[in-house]
């Protein structure tokens, strides 16, 4: 199995990293290992067709601030150029366009290869045309990791509680947020505590997009999208970040024995980020950089799972997952 990383920041290391650690486990369940044939990040690409060993890829990047020696103008003229089965789609996120990173994905999808994405802004912006892409031209797309990062909620909703009616999940999505609100609990100030979240690597690249609640919104477009298969984007939630909040209302929510959380909502009629009061103990009070999500259901009832929102080997662990589904998924058809 050949595949194409776009995107060679953290998260395309990761998984060259994730790839390496199992690559025995990938052979002996498949038969064959996965080849990651080419590299792309903002600047520079590496292809061959025989492949590279996925480490020396991260230590090229990592010694020479590049994954390869030749350069590009249009990063879907070297994907056209190169032959592979499956693009994994990691580039920086642009909530406004969808940037590189949407051409990327349509490329592949319109040309019959499957595609793993952590890319929330295509996702947020053009879901049901990209899933519409993958149908018609019978490939799989798939993006565990853009929401919750090594949380499982995408393919739990889909896989396990396939049978379930899904009401509605409620979550903290953003681990820079509920860092900050969580140290302004103990008395720190908010300017402060995001510093420390971006030395942390935690941020976005513009922590606005943490802070104002815009990356939330895109997890939960893709929730509603996904999960309850409504037809929505970025522009339809309703949305209010946590830079008003005041040291003055955490102290007046302590007083009351509740803490204040940024959640985000998801239903048939709700798609909502803003931040809300939560008792102190309730699950979605959690602390810490950890992503946390409630799922309601008419059988199960509530389901809830926490797990790190963000991180290299994490968010890798996701496109692991999502490529052995796309691989278990192959193996059906043959
Ligand atoms: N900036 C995001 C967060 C990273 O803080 O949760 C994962 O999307």
């Known amino acids: 199995m050949r595949v194409f990383i776009c995107g060679f920041g953290t998260v395309g290391q990761g998984f060259c990293e994730v790839l390496a650690a199992r690559r025995q486990f990938l052979i002996d ?16 690409y590496a292809y061959n067709p025989n492949g590279f060993d996925p480490l020396e890829l991260v230590s090229v990047k990592q010694g020479t601030g590049r994954v390869g020696t030749e ?15 499956i693009l994994v789609e990691v580039s920086p996120t642009d909530v406004k366009t969808g940037g590189a990173g949407l051409r990327n994905i349509e490329y592949a999808l319109g040309n019959g290869k499957d595609v793993i994405t952590v890319n929330k802004g295509p996702l947020a912006l053009k879901f049901r045309h990209l899933i519409d892409l993958a149908e018609s031209n019978g490939c799989c797309l ?11 909620i995408i393919n739990l909703c889909r896989d396990n509680l396939a049978g379930e009616r899904i009401e509605s999940i409620r979550g903290i999505f953003n681990g820079t947020c509920n860092f900050i609100l969580s140290k302004m609990d103990t008395g720190q100030p908010f300017e402060q505590v ?12 513009d922590p606005t997009n943490d802070i104002e609640g815009y990356d939330s919104a895109c997890k939960v477009v893709i929730l509603a999208n996904a999960v309850f298969g409504r037809d929505v984007t970025f522009n339809d939630v309703r949305i209010t970040g946590i830079t008003s909040i005041t040291e003055d209302a955490i102290s007046l ?7 204040i ?8 009629s709700k798609l ?8 102190r103990g309730h699950p979605l009070g959690i602390s810490g950089t950890l992503n ?25 662990s996701a496109i692991l997952s999502d490529l052995i589904s796309i691989m278990d998924e192959r193996a059906r058809r043959r």
Request: charged share 20%; no cysteine.
């Open 292 to 316: 946390t999500a409630q799922i309601l259901s008419d059988l199960a009832g509530p389901v809830t799972v926490t797990g790190r929102g963000a991180g290299r080997i994490e968010t890798a």
């Open 71 to 85: 350069t590009y103008q249009d990063s879907v003229e070297v994907l056209s150029g190169a032959e592979f089965d």
């Open 29 to 44: 369940r498949y038969g064959e290992p996965v080849t990651v044939v080419g590299a792309m990040d903002s600047k520079t």
């Open 272 to 279: 909502e980020v803003g931040p809300r009061l939560v008792p």
């Open 194 to 205: 995001l510093k420390e979240a971006q030395q942390m690597g935690y941020a976005e690249t």
């Open 261 to 268: 959380r940024l959640i985000g909502e998801v239903s048939e």
């Open 253 to 259: 929510a302590a007083s009351h024995n509740m803490v």
């Open 142 to 152: 798939r993006f565990e990791g853009s929401v919750g990062g090594a949380m499982p």
